[in-house]
Every structure is written in C-alpha cells, then in structure tokens.
C-alpha cells in the first residue's frame, strides 16, 4: 500500500492519525500542494478528484475520501476498533464524524480558502478552478465558531464526540481544531469541556501524525 500525502494539510492527517492509531506503516509519497503537484498530469492519472489523501491498494485500486480509506484500513486492520462494534455504535460514529466534517471543518475551510491568496481560482478542490467569493468568508468564520459551540456542548454530554471511548469522530474533531487555527480561531476561554478533551487527545502518540 502507498499513502499520497501532504503533510501539512488536514484531510490526509486524519488518515496519518488514524494509522498511526492502529499501527499501520506504509510508505507514503507527498503531493506537494504548495507548488499544486495535484494538478500535474502524473498525479491526475492517480486521482483525477485532484486531492490528497489517496490510498493505492496492493492491488494498485486507488482510494480517495479521508473516511473511505479508514474504513478500508478498519476492514484490513480492525483492532484498535476505531469505527464502532454493535449497529447502533457505528452510526453514532458516522454521526458525529460526518457532523464534524460538515458542520465544523467545512466551515473552517470555506472561511479559508475564500480568503487566502494561494487558493485565488482554487476555492473549491477539483479540477474546475471556482473563484473565491470573499462574502463567503464571514459565513464560513461563522460556521466556525458555531461549530466549536456544537463541539463544546457535545463534550459536556460525553467524554469523547462520539461518546465513552476514542474513535475516528475524535480524529476529525482534533484535526479540525488544529485546521481553525490556520483562520486564527481556536476555542473560546468558556469552551473548558473543549479544552479537557484537547488535553486528552492531544497527550495520545498519534496526535504528532
Ligand atoms: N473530502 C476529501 C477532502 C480532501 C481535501 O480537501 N484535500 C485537500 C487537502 S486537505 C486537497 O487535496 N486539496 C487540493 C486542492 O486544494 O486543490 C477527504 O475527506 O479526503
């Protein structure tokens, strides 16, 4: 298996956290997004979504989608157990990690690359060059903040996002903390349910993946 990488950026950290959970090592190639390496024809033929992560299979079948591939990985590898035993536990995790990912990263993201000067004509990923709406920036700032609210509240009502144990919710939630940062926002001093969990998933080895 070969991972594609970039290792600054969160989608594929997820993957990398998410690895580095279970123990997987595999060799990992990066895609440098500064000089858009995603766009040349090489990568292109890879993954022509134009994104990282991608995983190629032993098989040579190329993966894309951050939870794609830790389902994967899951079905290769299942213990640790990161996405749930029982029915009932598995869609709490795929709650909470899809209202992570939409409500939350996807704000942070559309604050992020409506504003910053490297993404001008790549404000959405893919292969057409959308331009950015700067009014979509505050919206997305919004998003933001609305989102480190639901993570707060949530983590009053439980220890971990998607309840009593770490999981792959705690991965996107983690990783998207760290993404707000790239906006400068962070959680607000009130928000201590968030910051006692920041201090738990930030102690785990794999948060340095
Ligand atoms: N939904 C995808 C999103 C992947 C994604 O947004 N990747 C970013 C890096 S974090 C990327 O490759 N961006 C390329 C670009 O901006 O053109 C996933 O979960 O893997």
């Not at 992560?53 to 989608?65: H, N, Q, R, S, V």
């Not at 996405?83 to 795929?94: A, S």
């Not at 559309?110 to 979509?136: C, H, K, M, W, Y």
Request: proline fraction near 6%; aromatic fraction near 10%; charge should be negative.
């Amino acid at each position: 298996m070969k991972l594609y990488d970039y290792e600054q950026a969160p989608n594929p950290r997820r993957v990398r956290m998410f690895m580095a959970e279970k123990g997987i090592e595999m060799p990992v190639e990066q895609v440098d997004l500064g000089t858009r390496a995603q766009l040349n024809d090489y990568f292109v033929a890879i993954n022509p979504f134009v994104a990282v992560p991608a995983l190629e299979t032993d098989d040579g079948e190329i993966l894309t989608e951050s939870t794609a591939i830790c389902h994967y990985l899951e079905g290769l590898q299942p213990e640790p157990n990161l996405l749930g035993t029982t029915p009932l536990e598995k869609g709490q995790i795929m709650m909470w990690d899809r209202r992570i990912e939409l409500e939350f990263m996807a704000g942070i993201a559309e604050a992020f690359r409506n504003s910053n000067p490297n993404f001008v004509s790549r404000s959405v990923i893919g292969t057409q060059n959308f331009e950015q709406i700067p009014d979509l920036v505050d919206r997305g700032i919004a998003r933001a903040h609305a989102g480190f609210e639901m993570l707060n509240d949530r983590l009053g009502e439980a220890e971990y996002i998607a309840g009593n144990r770490f999981t792959i919710a705690d991965i996107t939630a983690f990783i998207a903390c760290g993404f707000a940062r790239w906006i400068r926002l962070g959680p607000a001093d009130y928000h201590a349910n968030t910051q006692r969990w920041l201090d738990t998933i930030s102690a785990r080895p794999s948060a340095s993946a």
